[in-house]
């Protein structure tokens, strides 16, 4: 039986001389060593060394449901899974109509404090403006907070200030306190009139809302 070294060793073609495996030249005669013998001899390296190459064929490995995973399914072709909706929307939804409504309110009170209250004051106060007694003199004309007060001076007698009151303003109340002093009264105004010698004064007072 030969051994792996005898396999291995080549002729030379001039001399005949063992030739070792690794050697290009004849180390007897110098004769190259044909390119047959050295393509025999490459194949035989390359057959013996087959087993140990370290280049090898990859192996494929298994993927998706394969590998043990779980959770994750896969979705059918052509279909595609809705995202959920944050679970902040309605939350976020209700917090923006509380807003606007705080905001029209606030809106509401503002436009009725600039322009509807001044107005219905006015015109509140404007009603005692209309209660001076004709051809009188103006002793006071004040206005505060909670209300306005004008005082007159007249000539005429107190019945006919007395008289003219009742038909101008409507009073739901009339009070003789003394002989020479009358009161007349509605919801806002009191009107008190009282003779002074031959002067009448009359003072004419208005509860603002």
């Known amino acids: 039986m030969l051994s792996s070294t005898s396999m291995s060793m080549q002729n030379c073609s001039k001399c005949g001389a063992l030739l070792p ?13 044909t390119a047959a013998l ?4 490459q194949t035989i390296q390359l057959d013996l060394t087959s087993e140990n190459a370290a ?18 399914k ?13 679970p ?21 009170v503002i436009i009725w404090a600039a322009l509807i209250r ?14 001076v007694y004709p051809n009188s003199r103006t002793i006071l004309n004040t206005t505060s907070g909670d209300g306005k007060a004008i005082q ?12 003219w009151y009742k038909a101008n303003l409507s009073p739901t109340k009339t009070l003789q306190l003394t002989p ?6 509605n919801q806002t105004v009191t009107v008190t009139i009282v003779a002074d010698n031959k002067t009448t004064t009359v003072l004419i007072k208005q509860v603002l809302p």
């Not at 494929?60 to 995973?69: H, L, Y």
């Not at 107005?119 to 209309?130: F, H, L, M, P, Q």
């Open 21 to 33: 495996a690794e050697v290009n030249f004849c180390r007897q005669c110098g004769t190259p060593v």
């Open 38 to 41: 050295a393509g025999e001899r």
């Open 55 to 72: 280049t090898r064929r990859l192996r494929p490995r298994p993927t998706g449901s394969e590998t043990g995973f779980s959770g994750i």
């Open 74 to 86: 896969p979705e059918p072709s052509g279909q595609i899974s809705p995202l959920p909706s944050p």
């Open 88 to 108: 902040t929307s309605k939350l976020k939804a209700a917090l923006a109509l509380i807003t606007l409504a705080v905001v029209l309110i606030a809106a509401c």
């Open 118 to 131: 001044p107005k219905r004051v006015a015109s509140t106060a404007g009603s005692a403006e209309t209660l």
């Open 152 to 163: 007159l001076q007249t000539d005429d007698s107190t019945d006919q200030v007395v008289s």
């Open 180 to 185: 020479t002093t009358v009161v007349l009264k």
